[in-house]
């Protein structure tokens, strides 16, 4: 059974849960928040009133708790709520955490995750909802996933991309090549390895995720390589806040101008915060970082030596997860948090990758829908 109290002058109401969980709420948030039909639209549950149409002196004039939760507002307005609801959307919290968290559904990892890469079947998941919704929330909680087992034939990753969402096209296509050829007269050619970095920084809003497919790949070497780049945040964090807080608060510049017709420039830190500290993203790339000119004289020094460190820790092992795709695998990565390499490689042979931009808002409802879906079951 709830019980409540109601503060002297009516504006704010606090419900105490069966076991003991208080928590406060504001009079104008509950108006706003009700769920009757003259509040929300039965049918999509959007809201039918504006803030305007609550008075801003609004007050809880009576509350009546029996089955449920009855207030009466000084407006006149009598209305039903349903308190475990109330309860699950509290905001009656401490101050914000410090920052550089991740979210609750996230988890950092580093190269400990080699032993159980997250994975899913291809055929596995576009035939059954539970597998696609274990991998899906593995690409939320790892911000990395592979998949296996699918056909070795070109534009497969569009059907990867169906699975829970939509491709974004860019002026690089609805999807490109990434294909090698090894030399083979010159066995001792070695394919250029790449720094780990995150696609496309020069966009705004970013390509949330990246498709990598694979097609052929019988060079030597030529693995891809992932690293957590909000556990890189973290540990920069841990070791150095105030190198952090300058990556974090100031912008970089990031553009591309490689093809006639394109000039994309994008304005966003290294390491961004949302305005509770929580990690939103990274954008880490040494190919398209333009010069930066948001820091002012007496820190930028402070923000070189950052961007190095924070460069030293994506780079070490101990951070890298390495596998090598065979045909018919891929693996997708939140580009908004994990960074992707691709190792050197050398010897005869062929290496040809499909990859894909597709968003993560896509990802995150397909998840959310089976989620509700099962816990209606
Ligand atoms: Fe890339």
Request: aromatic share 10%.
């Amino acid at each position: 059974m709830f019980s409540y109290s109601l503060s002297p002058d009516g504006d704010v109401l606090t419900l105490t849960a069966p076991d003991g969980t208080c928590s406060r709420f504001h009079a104008v948030w509950l108006r706003d928040n009700a769920w009757d039909v003259t509040t929300r639209a039965p049918s999509n549950g959007q809201r039918l009133i504006a803030l305007r149409d609550i008075p801003a002196d609004l007050r809880v004039s009576k509350v009546n708790m029996s089955d449920t939760l009855t207030l009466e507002f000084s407006s006149d307005e009598r209305i039903a709520y349903d308190p475990a609801w109330l309860m699950r959307h509290s905001y009656d919290r401490d101050a914000a955490p410090a920052p550089g968290q991740f979210d609750p559904h996230q988890e950092g990892w580093d190269a400990g995750l080699s032993k159980a890469l997250p994975t899913a079947d291809f055929a596995t998941v576009g035939r059954e909802p539970a597998a696609l919704r274990d991998w899906l929330a593995a690409i939320r909680r790892y911000g990395f996933a592979k998949l296996t087992g699918g056909p070795v034939e070109p534009e497969a990753l569009l059907q990867v991309a169906a699975l829970f969402g939509y491709v974004r096209e860019t002026n690089y296509g609805t999807y490109f090549e990434v294909r090698t050829e090894v030399n083979p007269t010159n066995l001792a050619y070695t394919g250029l390895g790449l720094q780990a970095h995150t696609d496309n920084p020069y966009r705004d809003p970013v390509p949330t995720l990246q498709i990598l497919y694979c097609l052929e790949n019988s060079a030597q070497g030529g693995e891809n390589m992932v690293v957590d780049g909000f556990k890189a945040a973290q540990r920069l964090r841990d070791e150095d806040s105030e190198a952090f807080a300058l990556l974090s608060s100031h912008c970089a510049t990031f553009e591309y101008a490689g093809e006639a017709g394109v000039r994309l420039t994008a304005r966003r830190p290294m390491i961004e915060l949302a305005p509770d500290g929580a990690l939103q993203a990274i954008r880490f790339n040494n190919r398209s970082t333009a010069a930066i000119t948001d820091v002012p004289f007496d820190k930028m020094a402070g923000y070189y030596a950052a961007y190095r460190r924070l460069g030293e820790i994506i780079d070490d092992p101990a951070m890298e997860v390495t596998f090598k795709l065979q045909p018919g695998e891929s693996f997708i990565v939140d580009n908004t948090r994990v960074l992707h390499a691709r190792k050197g490689y050398s010897g005869a042979g062929h290496r040809w990758l499909q990859g894909c931009y597709a968003d993560k808002d896509g990802l995150l409802s397909t998840l959310s829908a089976l989620e509700h879906a099962r816990a209606a079951e």
